[in-house]
C-alpha cells in the first residue's frame, strides 16, 4: 500500500471514529478547503514573503491536504492519477519553449 493510500485510510478512520462522515459532503468538504486555504493565506498577511512560523505552515497545509485527500476519496477519485493528468493538461498549455522563465498564462504567449 502507497504511503498516499495509509494516509487517506488514517484520515478515515479518525473521520468514522468521531462519526463526521455525515457532515463531509462534497459542499462541505470544497468550503472547508477554501476556508482553510484562507487560514495559510494569513499566514503571510503583513508580513514578508518569507516571513512565517514553519509550524502554522505544516498546520494549515495539512488541514488543505487532509480535507482534499477525503473529497477525492469520496469520489473515487486516485490523486496520484489525477494529478498527472493536470500535469499532461498543463505540459500543453505551457510548453518549455514558450514557458521557460515566464509567468504569463498559457493564452498570453
Avoid at 35 to 51: Q, V
Avoid at 66 to 90: G, Q, R
Avoid at 94 to 107: D, E, F, I, L, Q
Amino acid at each position: 500500500m502507497s504511503d498516499l493510500k495509509v494516509t487517506i485510510k488514517k484520515l478515515i478512520e479518525f473521520r468514522n471514529e468521531r462519526d463526521w462522515e455525515q457532515f463531509h459532503n462534497s459542499k462541505d468538504l470544497a468550503l472547508a478547503i477554501s476556508i482553510e486555504a484562507s487560514e495559510l493565506l494569513e499566514l503571510f498577511l503583513w508580513k514578508g514573503n518569507e516571513d512565517f512560523r514553519s509550524e502554522k505552515l505544516e498546520d494549515e497545509l495539512a488541514d488543505i491536504f487532509s480535507f482534499a485527500l477525503l473529497l477525492a476519496e469520496k469520489h473515487n477519485l486516485d490523486v496520484s492519477e489525477i494529478v498527472e493528468k493536470k500535469i499532461l493538461k498543463n505540459s500543453q498549455k505551457y510548453p518549455v519553449s514558450k514557458a521557460k522563465g515566464n509567468a504569463k498564462k498559457y493564452n498570453e504567449f
